[in-house]
Each structure stands twice: as structure tokens, then as C-alpha cells.
């Protein structure tokens, strides 16, 4: 396992470095700063060259360079200016919202994907593949942000089943975390729905004509248990996938539900931070996201030597 | 000697009265307790409440901090911390008496010496700190005295730091060492609610500060003044950026109240019995700035065209949804430097045959006009469609580029690549004449170019010890306004407040207020 994990690991410094390198470049291009922000658009020229100064956004670009890197190698990450506190700390606090809303999203994805993909691969060609293709294909063609809204009138409004929005920490009351999440989750969940569907459907109409499952089926074994015991293992590759790359655009979706139900995760800290300027805030953003991808991309690599043992001994 | 020239205090009462049962305003009982949640689009930029002027930021400030002075209902200066003022004959001191046995939220009682050091932090990280530059000195001769020594005459004093733009709040003195940005959390003032905890991207919460010391020389609420009683045990921000989520809110009771509400959906609930909506007219101006030192717009003939070429009802209209009224002076009606509006007809009438004659005295060609607009706010962008393709129906060709908030502002702060600019105005008419004149004078002007004539105007307004004179700078300044077409003025908008009808005895104003309304 380390063969993989260790190369992996050190290819990641690279990429983290690019994206540094990009996350202070943008500080430099994209126009705006914080203090035009805090002021408003009628600030005074003095007003303004002055609340930049007691915020140390004066500075030259090399000595906020040396700073921003000197930091990094120490793994910090820097200070937010609209927080007034260190930005992994504001990373950490807020982390467990999108991740949570992230993998039980991505949770309930594939506990209705996978089966659904099955079924319709069983009935190939029937109206009832079909039916089940179309439901995913619907699902997948939404946008989250519009399911979600859709979700609040109905659910919450019309019939006052859930909350309209709000965050119950999973410590404090596990229950009250789940009914606050079960809407965001599910708006999430339907989009991701479709793309685990439909491909878990097609790899298992490709296992499906194998040798083995013919075997499995003259063997006389019931065609339920075919799929999950014998199409449905051969097919977890794939399936591992399409749920890691399901997995990055979840993360993607969460920023947008975030807003739409005022969870305080990642995305409205770094959706806030853009629209106020607050660049130590952007650039941490920036580089957990990247972190992350890297480190879901090793969980799939692990996850297929565990689906197919064939893969253990390269 | 110092001779009283004039005095600004509240309407005195007699005597000290205990913290009222019953509430002044309207004499119904009000009812101590519950948590009421108030539901705001934005997160603070800071909980720093000198160095921000964001309205999201004083929706929340102005519940826990007070100032000297503020405004009233009416938007004119009251005493709040101060008992009032002495101003000197020559408008060089000002000598404000504060009330005594104010406690701030860490039990400490407020004297001169926290008023000097809040005022001197504000001179040096205060949002609108330019207005202190005249000041020489704070003393404080005794605790209940503090002293303002100007080294110029600045006749707006009061005007400036009664303003809630960047309130000008007073603390405890060991909190102004603080640099920007550092003094919250925790936020200390002397308000009617104290800080309890901020969860960044969620809420704050407040309670009611039980040592509040009511301004008794008001009878009832004021403004940001009067005589506050708080009667909710806690008060929530929350912030929701998504406009139909806090919709949702209020409608199912999650929410008591909302800072705003648009007009469509005020519409949809109209018929709602637990919902009560409240509108305030005006709220803000709606402006299309012009940058009169670059490509077309630096000729004034090409600026009259555009003048003259807008409709601005249908803007209004449009980027309102209704909620507006046409109004093309550069105050508000019914204030203290209300320019009028005689003669202004032939500037807003649209009149599309006169702006192909202006275009073509103009010597227009066919070149492009860059109009910059946000997509942060929709009323921003609906009034950059809508002029663009009015100024396209008279043959100019317009390139609209859309960008977000902190790129327009950046943008529109440079002297050249733009030609038109959206904005809404809303704190500074209401503060009144020195933001707004001021905004098109001094080293950056909105318009990019000085203009001789609004500068003197300016300069009056701030030097002039006469209020006639004063008012007579505005007018010189409304006047040269739409005779050079140097900006737009659209029209005022309103704004739709909205509470759960069990939020008794709410009254609409610039920040939804939580003192003197209660549960039912």
C-alpha cells in the first residue's frame, strides 16, 4: 500500500505548489481589495489609502509573497482580515459542514444510484430500464441550487416536514443534524443520483455477458443474487470512479447549497471571502480544495485494490 | 469665554424615571422575552463597528453600541451618549456634556475619558475618520465633559458624527487600543442589547442588557435615539444569503423578521395574516454616474444626449419592481437641504428627438460606450439593461460589461475604461448633504474630473456658519449637476421590511430596530 500511497503523496507537493502559485497570482490580477469593501463605494480616497494601511493591505506584492510562503511553510495559512482569526482555524470550524453535507449527499447517491443502475441493467431493453434511466437522467439535468429551492417551498413551507435552513452540529444532537441535512443532502444526493445510475447500469450490462456470470446463472443461482453477489462485485471499479469523481462535484454543489440553506461550511466562507476580498481566506480555500481532491483521488486508488485483488500485486 | 451659540439636546424631561413597564411609543403593554430571529442577506464585513460602513454590519452595531450624538426618525442629529452640545461662536469648540451612570456591557461606568479615546481611535481607523480632520484636540476637563477643539471651522460636525454610516461608537477606552478590525468579538458598547457569541457564515447573537440606561429625556423610541426599551430576552442575526430561503423563513416561522423583502414576493404574501409587511419610502437613490473625464462621456453635449434619452420611469419601474418613486432632487423632500425641484422638468422628461440631436451636436460616431454594472445587486443590473438599450434606441452603441462588486468599485475608481455606473445610494442622502456633494468633490470624484463649480459648492457647504447659506451651496450644487448632465439621478427607491404577525409594535426604519417591539 505505501508503494502507492508515498509516490502519490509526493506528486501531490507539486500540484499544491501550482496552485499556490495560482492562489497568490490571483491576488494580484483580480481587482478590489478589502478595505473598499468595508468603506463602501463613497469612501474618500484618504479614508480608504488609510483603512488599507491599518490593515496592512499596502503593502509591496514580493514582501506579501515572502509572507504568504514563509507562512505555507509552516503550515500557515494566514489571517483573515473580515474574520480577524487564523484561516485554518476558520477552515477547521467549518469543514465538518461541508463534509458532512458532502458525504451524506454523496451517501444517499449511491445507496439509491447502485441499486437503481442494477435493476435497470437486469431489465435491459424493458420499459422499466427505461423508466429507471429516465428517472436518473431527470435527476442528473437538474441544477442543485433550483432542487433546492423547490425543496424549501414544498417541504418546508407547504408541508412543514423539515426546516427551511440552518445548521445543527452532528456532536450536539445527532437527530436535530439529521433533520436539518436530510433536504441540502437530498438536493445533492438526486443530481449525483443519475451519474452513479447510469453508470453503474452499464458496467454491469458489460460484466453481465461475461463468461462467469453465464457460469453463475447456469450454476442456477437466483438473478438477484447474481447482480449483487457476482455482477455487482466486478463492477465496484468503475462504480469507485464515478462515486470519486461524483465526490468532486458534490464538494462543487455544496458551495452553491450552502447558500441556498445557509450552512456555514467552506463554500460561504470562500464564496464570502471572494466577494469581500479577504485573499488569505481565498488562497486557504484554495489549496484545501486541492488538498482534498488529491487525497479522494488516493482513497479510489486504495478502494480499487480492496474491489479487485487482481490489482494488489502491481 | 465660550459663548452658547447654539445648543442641540433632546426635549428634556424633569426628571429621571425608572425603566418603563409599558411601552412609551404607543402605550400598549409590551412583554418581556423570547428569542427573536432576524433573518439579514449579508455577513458582516467586520463586527469593528467604527470601521465599516456596511449595512450589515450596523443592522447588528447599532443594538449594541450608542454614540454621542445620532439621528432621529427624520434623520436629524439627537443627542443619544451626550445630554448635548455647546458649539462656539466661531464654530471652533464644541463642548458636549455626556449623561452620567451610563454602564457599558462590562459593567464599567462610561466617562469623558472613554468618549476621547473612542473618538481619537475613530480619527485614525473610523470609516468616515475624514470628517475628525479639523479637530485639533479632545480634553476632558471633568468626566462628564468632553471638549472638541477644531483648527477649522467644519459646520457639518454634528451631521458627521451623528451618522450611523460608520457610527462613530463610543467604548471603553482599554478597547480603543485596539487596531481596525480587532475590537470584536466581543463587542462591548452601552446599547440596549450585549454581545453573546458570532458564528461566522450563521449568526450573531445578542441579549438584552439588563444595566441598560435608558435615554430618559425622550419620551419614547427616536430614530437610533429616543428612550429604548428592550423587551426581547435575545435577539438572532442570521445570515441567509438566498432571498427565497429567507422567504421560506419568515412564512413558516423560522424567522420573525426580515430586513428586507422584495416586491414581488411582498405581493405573494400580501394575503399572508401571519405576515406584516412595512414599507419605507425613500430608502435610496437610484443614480447612473457618469465618468466626465473619459471617451464620450467627457464631452458634455454626448452627456446631455444620454440625459436626455433615458426613460427614467421605466428604469425605476423595472429595477424596483415597482417600489419607487420619480423624484430628481438631490435630497430628499422634506429635509433640511432640499434643493427643490423647479425647472428639473426638462432635464428627466425623456425626449428622444432632442438626444439624436444632442448625440449628433456631440459629434458622435458611432464609438462605444462602456457601461459597468455588478450582478450583486439586482436593481444594479436591471438599471444598466434598461439604459443600455435605451441609449442603443437612439443609435449609440453601448458594450454592457457585468462583474462583480469588488471589480465595478475597483473599475469605477479609475480615471479611464468606463462611461456609466449603477449605484444605489442608500446611507448618504439619507445622512444628508455632505456625502452626497461631497461624493462628486475632492481629489476622487465619482465623476472622475472636478468640476470648479460643484468644488465651491463644496466648500461652502463645509465652511459656511449660516445654515441659509448652506442650503443655498446645495442647490448651487443640484443645479450645476443637471445643467453639465454630470450625473443621473433616477429616481428614490423604497424598501419592504417584513415581520411574523406576532411582532408587536415593530416600526420600519434604516436598520430593523429590536428595542420597544415584543412577542405578542
Known amino acids: ?314 | 469665554m465660550m459663548i452658547r451659540r447654539r445648543t442641540f439636546g433632546a426635549g428634556l424631561l424633569a426628571t429621571s424615571l425608572p425603566l418603563p413597564a409599558i411601552a412609551q411609543s404607543t402605550g400598549s403593554a409590551g412583554k418581556r422575552g423570547g428569542d427573536v430571529i432576524v433573518a439579514q442577506q449579508a455577513q458582516p464585513p467586520s463586527l469593528d463597528a467604527q470601521t465599516t460602513t456596511a449595512q450589515a454590519a450596523r443592522n447588528i452595531s447599532l443594538h449594541v453600541y450608542e454614540s454621542l450624538f445620532t439621528r432621529d426618525e427624520a434623520s436629524n442629529p439627537k443627542p443619544e451618549l451626550a445630554e448635548g452640545v455647546d458649539i462656539a461662536a466661531d464654530g471652533l469648540t464644541y463642548t458636549f456634556t455626556l449623561r452620567t451612570g451610563v454602564k457599558f456591557h462590562n459593567g464599567k461606568v462610561m466617562t469623558s475619558a472613554d468618549a476621547k479615546a473612542s473618538m481619537e481611535r475613530y480619527a485614525k481607523v473610523g470609516g468616515s475618520g475624514d470628517a475628525l480632520k479639523p479637530v485639533a484636540a479632545f480634553e476632558t476637563p471633568d468626566a462628564k465633559t468632553l471638549v472638541m477643539k477644531l483648527s477649522r471651522v467644519f459646520p457639518g460636525m454634528i451631521e458627521a458624527i451623528s451618522s450611523p454610516r460608520a457610527p462613530y461608537v463610543i467604548m471603553p477606552a482599554e478597547e480603543c487600543v485596539k487596531p481596525a478590525g480587532q475590537t470584536a468579538p466581543p463587542m462591548i458598547g452601552t446599547g440596549p442589547f450585549r454581545f453573546v457569541e458570532y458564528r461566522p457564515d450563521s449568526h450573531v447573537k445578542l441579549a438584552r442588557f439588563d444595566d441598560y440606561s435608558a435615554n430618559m429625556a425622550y419620551e419614547k423610541r427616536d430614530g437610533f435615539t429616543g428612550r429604548k426599551t428592550p423587551y426581547f430576552d435575545s435577539v438572532t442575526f442570521r445570515f441567509m444569503p438566498e432571498g427565497g430561503a429567507r422567504t421560506a423563513g419568515l412564512q413558516t416561522g423560522e424567522l420573525h423578521v426580515l430586513e428586507s423583502l422584495d416586491n414581488a414576493a411582498a405581493k405573494r404574501l400580501k394575503d399572508d395574516k401571519n405576515i406584516r409587511a412595512y414599507t419605507m419610502m425613500p430608502w435610496a437613490f437610484m443614480t447612473l454616474m457618469l465618468n466626465n473625464n473619459w471617451g464620450l462621456t467627457a464631452n458634455v453635449e454626448l452627456r446631455r444626449a444620454i440625459q436626455a434619452a433615458l426613460d427614467l420611469e421605466e428604469i425605476m419601474a423595472i429595477s424596483t419592481d415597482g417600489l419607487y418613486r420619480l423624484d430628481p432632487a438631490w435630497q430628499y423632500p422634506d429635509t433640511n437641504y432640499f434643493p427643490g425641484v423647479a425647472g428639473l422638468d426638462a432635464y428627466v422628461k425623456q425626449n428622444q428627438d432632442k438626444a439624436k440631436q444632442l448625440l449628433k451636436a456631440a459629434g458622435y460616431n458611432g464609438e462605444e460606450l462602456v457601461l459597468v454594472a455588478d450582478n450583486s445587486f439586482k436593481a444594479h443590473l436591471d438599471a444598466a439593461t434598461i439604459a443600455s438599450e435605451q441609449l442603443r434606441a437612439i443609435g449609440m452603441k453601448v458594450k454592457l460589461s457585468v462583474m462583480d462588486w469588488p471589480t465595478v468599485t475597483a473599475t469605477r475608481q479609475k480615471s479611464e475604461g468606463w462611461n456609466m455606473w449603477p449605484l444605489m445610494m442608500g446611507i448618504e442622502p439619507y445622512e444628508g448633504p455632505y456625502n452626497v456633494v461631497g461624493f462628486f468633490a475632492g481629489k476622487q470624484t465619482v465623476q472622475i474630473k472636478q468640476d470648479p463649480v460643484i468644488e465651491d459648492a463644496n466648500t461652502k457647504l463645509n465652511t459656511e456658519l449660516k445654515l441659509d447659506d448652506r442650503r443655498a451651496a446645495v442647490k448651487q450644487f443640484q443645479a450645476r449637476v443637471y445643467d453639465q448632465a454630470i450625473s443621473v439621478k433616477v429616481g428614490d427607491v423604497g424598501i419592504i421590511q417584513a415581520t411574523r404577525a406576532n411582532v408587536m409594535n415593530y416600526a420600519p426604519y434604516r436598520i430593523p430596530r429590536m428595542w420597544d417591539c415584543w412577542f405578542a
Open chain 1, 1 to 314: 500500500m505505501l508503494r502507492i500511497v508515498i509516490p502519490r503523496l509526493l506528486g501531490a507537493v507539486p500540484v499544491l505548489f501550482v496552485v499556490s502559485l495560482i492562489a497568490f497570482g490571483l491576488t494580484l490580477l483580480v481587482p478590489g481589495d478589502m478595505a473598499a469593501e468595508m468603506l463602501g463605494p463613497s469612501a474618500t480616497a484618504s479614508d480608504l489609502a488609510r483603512v488599507r494601511h491599518e490593515l496592512g493591505l499596502d503593502q509591496p506584492p514580493l514582501a506579501r509573497m515572502a509572507q504568504y510562503y514563509g507562512g505555507l511553510l509552516h503550515l500557515d495559512l494566514g489571517r483573515s482580515i473580515l474574520l480577524n482569526q487564523s484561516v485554518t482555524q476558520a477552515i477547521l470550524e467549518r469543514l465538518p459542514v461541508t463534509m458532512s453535507l458532502t458525504c451524506l449527499g454523496l451517501g444517499m447517491a449511491m445507496l439509491v444510484g447502485i441499486p437503481l443502475g442494477l435493476f435497470a441493467a437486469s431489465r435491459s431493453g424493458h420499459l422499466s430500464d427505461q423508466a429507471a434511466m429516465g428517472v436518473a437522467l431527470i435527476g442528473l439535468s437538474l441544477p442543485e441550487f433550483w432542487l433546492g429551492l423547490v425543496m424549501i417551498w414544498v417541504l418546508g413551507v407547504k408541508l412543514g416536514w423539515l426546516p427551511t435552513g440552518g445548521w445543527v452540529s452532528l456532536a450536539d444532537d445527532p437527530l436535530g443534524w439529521l433533520h436539518h441535512m436530510v433536504m441540502p443532502a437530498g438536493s445533492l444526493a438526486i443530481a449525483q443520483l443519475g451519474l452513479i445510475a447510469r453508470m453503474t447500469r452499464s458496467a454491469a450490462l458489460e460484466v453481465a455477458s461475461s463468461d462467469f456470470v453465464r457460469t453463475a446463472r447456469a450454476k442456477g443461482l437466483a438473478e438477484p443474487r447474481v447482480f449483487v453477489r457476482h455482477v455487482l462485485g466486478a463492477s465496484l471499479v468503475p462504480i469507485l470512479t464515478v462515486a470519486g469523481i461524483a465526490f468532486g462535484v458534490s464538494l462543487g454543489g455544496a458551495l452553491v447549497i450552502e447558500q441556498v440553506f445557509s450552512l456555514p461550511g467552506v463554500g460561504r466562507l470562500v464564496i464570502g471571502a471572494v466577494l469581500r476580498r479577504d485573499w488569505p481566506v481565498i488562497q486557504g480555500g484554495l489549496l484545501l480544495t486541492a488538498t482534498v481532491f488529491v487525497l479522494v483521488n488516493l482513497i479510489v486508488d486504495l478502494l480499487y485494490l480492496w474491489a479487485d485483488p487482481r490489482l494488489r500485486g502491481r
